[in-house]
């Protein structure tokens, strides 16, 4: 009767509450080939027995609930198949789902946009967003919190980016395997998307976090565990922060594309080495600093002014050798507002280049005054191959 009630409703245009109770345990709505289901608002289906209840769609089926919320299995469902904007946070319980899907025959972009709403994954070994084939879904100015392995479905040629936007982790992350591109806001270029750890740890497996042209990312509090490949990948223009963050290496490690930001303590520990190659500097915030414990830190990048900065006059940003060695690939490397610290046995090792049979490192320069300095603090400091100019201004 309820059904009859509500389907009469949408015919005559009656304002009720769109509700489907089912009644039974063999309840069920069949849609069949060659029909519609469209759902303009939010539908709600109730019962004492809904998990027996059964929504079926037959092959060829249309079925459109754009905006709409249905029971599928005793969960929430909601789908999405036009960009959206969304007022208020999403939080998908252990049997929710939220679907993105393009109906456009060749694909599509679907965006989705908030002013800082929240969509929360609730880990239940299910996959609770569900990205369609050949879809492009942009989250802008939203926050994906509690991702865990598997929360996220990729489609065949589907692509998730996010701009202005936030990833958080409420657990460790062992086998993160999507790729998800980091892009500009065409409204907000200069606000930067977060991924967020909270110390929880991430291992790369067969993910790749790419960061596109102008675009600014921060990895925030995260372990990376058994670093090792191409996976972090920036674009010239691109800005890529660690703030607090833990590398573990595990293998050697290519860092490629866009400037290299140092923010509050960094640490790249484990075993293997981590090369940084990019057309821009490292910049070393004031205040913090770099520590490579036990590996080797490869400068290879192609510029003609290869340079590691600080931000402080006072020479606050340091960079550190513990155990480690420190290998230059270029021809002459700058290091300005910047202090170069050695502990343990750690090694400064230069590519040998034309006649002269070794490389050269300014210390200090014109941008900088003298503030930069080179000191070994315990153990020793072997050089091989270097020049050190400190400059005097």
Excluded: W
């Excluded at 949408?10 to 489907?20: D, H, N, R, S």
């Excluded at 059964?54 to 459109?64: E, I, R, W, Y």
């Excluded at 610290?341 to 400064?348: A, E, M, T």
């Amino acid at each position: 009767m309820i059904l009859l009630i509500f389907l009469i409703a949408l015919c005559t245009g009656l304002a009720v509450e769109p509700t489907i109770s089912f009644g039974d345990q063999a309840a069920s709505i069949v849609i069949e080939d060659g029909s519609t289901l469209q759902v303009n608002g939010d539908v709600y289906l109730t019962g004492t027995v809904v998990n027996n209840g059964t929504l079926s769609v037959a092959d060829g089926v249309s079925f459109d609930i754009s905006q709409g919320i249905y029971i599928d299995h005793g969960g929430l469902k909601r789908v999405f198949n036009e960009d959206t904007t969304i007022y208020n946070d999403i939080a998908l319980s252990p049997l929710n789902t939220l679907t993105i899907s393009s109906l456009e025959e060749e694909g599509g972009t679907i965006i989705v946009t908030g002013t800082g709403q929240k969509i929360t994954f609730s880990d239940s070994g299910i996959n609770q967003l569900i990205i369609g084939d050949n879809t492009t879904v942009v989250f802008r100015c939203i926050e994906l919190v509690g991702y865990f392995d598997g929360a996220i479905s990729l489609g065949e040629g589907s692509v998730v980016q996010f701009a202005a936007s936030t990833i958080s982790l409420t657990k460790d992350v062992t086998e993160f395997a999507p790729l998800f591109y980091f892009v500009v806001h065409p409204d907000m270029p200069e606000t930067p998307s977060y991924l967020r750890g909270s110390g929880h740890s991430l291992a790369l497996a067969d993910g790749v976090l790419y960061v596109e042209l102008d675009t600014l990312v921060t990895f925030d509090n995260i372990i990376f565990t058994a670093l090792s490949g191409n996976h972090i990948q920036g674009h010239a223009g691109s800005v890529i922060e660690f703030s607090d963050c833990v590398l573990q290496l595990g293998g050697e490690t290519v860092f490629t594309g866009g400037q290299l930001v140092i923010g509050g303590d960094v640490l790249i520990t484990g075993s293997g080495s981590f090369a940084y190659s990019s057309l821009d500097s490292i910049r070393v915030k004031e205040f913090s600093s770099l520590t490579c414990q036990g590996i080797m830190f490869q400068y290879t990048a192609e510029t003609e002014t290869p340079t590691i900065f600080g931000d402080s006059a006072d020479a606050t940003s340091l960079f550190i050798l513990d155990n480690a060695v420190f290998r230059s690939e270029v021809p002459v490397l700058n290091l300005f507002s910047l202090q170069v610290i050695s502990r343990g046995n750690s090694i400064l090792y230069s590519m040998p280049f034309g006649e002269e049979g070794y490389g050269i490192m300014n210390i200090g320069g014109v941008q900088a005054s003298n503030n930069s300095s080179l000191r070994c603090s315990s153990g020793s400091l072997t050089l091989y191959d270097v020049m050190c100019n400190v400059v005097d201004y």
